[in-house]
């Protein structure tokens, strides 16, 4: 039984599975084919070309050549917004991992704190590897030590 991709969305169920790029394209190279400073349409003599800037050099986007000016344009708008919102979905499902993976692991730290059969600089050592962007002033707050105390631990490592 096939299910639609609003119902699979709004309910929840597989949105860590989901796929997004129906094409090859890197997030590098999707952030640069969404710019529209690196495109541009030139005349070749005959006909009108649709080129991109992709990896440091000029390359043909277009598969055929136009005989006017508008239906370049045309392709070149309509690309530039599926690249976009392809673009954004992927930063949005990346930072939404990297949160949910901070929030776990903040919730472990808690976990931590709250073990009473962990000695304090055990706990301490536990918490700078859960969280290594945390402060040695915040370690101190959060298990209620003196940041001396803290200090001379993680000193230690």
Same mark, same amino acid.
């Given at each position: 039984?096939?299910?639609?991709?609003?119902?699979?969305?709004?309910?929840?169920?597989?949105?860590?599975?989901?796929?997004?790029?129906?094409?090859?394209?890197?997030?590098?190279?999707?952030?640069?084919?969404?710019?529209?400073?690196?495109?541009?349409?030139?005349?070749?003599?005959?006909?009108?070309?649709?080129?991109?800037?992709?990896?440091?050099?000029?390359?043909?986007?277009?598969?055929?050549?136009?005989?006017?000016?508008?239906?370049?344009?045309?392709?070149?708008?309509?690309?530039?917004? =599926?690249?976009?919102?392809?673009? +954004? *979905?992927?930063? %949005?499902?990346?930072?939404?991992? &990297? #949160?949910?993976?901070?929030?776990?692991?903040?919730?472990?730290?808690?976990? =931590?704190?709250?073990?009473?059969? +962990? *000695?304090?600089? %055990?706990?301490?050592?536990?918490? &700078? #590897?859960?969280?290594?962007?945390?402060?040695?002033?915040?370690?101190?707050?959060?298990?209620?030590?003196?940041?001396?105390?803290?200090?001379?631990?993680?000193?230690?490592?």
């Amino acid at each position: 039984m096939k299910r639609d991709k609003k119902e699979v969305i709004t309910n929840g169920d597989r949105l860590e599975d989901k796929r997004f790029s129906l094409y090859s394209w890197s997030t590098e190279d999707l952030n640069q084919l969404r710019d529209i400073r690196s495109h541009r349409i030139i005349h070749n003599k005959y006909n009108y070309v649709w080129e991109c800037y992709l990896n440091n050099q000029w390359t043909e986007r277009s598969i055929q050549q136009y005989e006017d000016i508008k239906t370049p344009y045309i392709h070149l708008y309509f690309w530039l917004g =599926i690249w976009n919102k392809e673009y +954004i *979905k992927r930063i %949005e499902y990346t930072e939404k991992r &990297r #949160l949910k993976n901070e929030t776990l692991r903040w919730s472990e730290a808690v976990d =931590i704190l709250h073990r009473g059969h +962990i *000695k304090k600089s %055990e706990r301490v050592k536990r918490i &700078r #590897l859960l969280l290594p962007n945390i402060t040695k002033k915040d370690i101190a707050e959060l298990t209620e030590m003196s940041y001396k105390q803290v200090q001379r631990i993680l000193k230690d490592d």
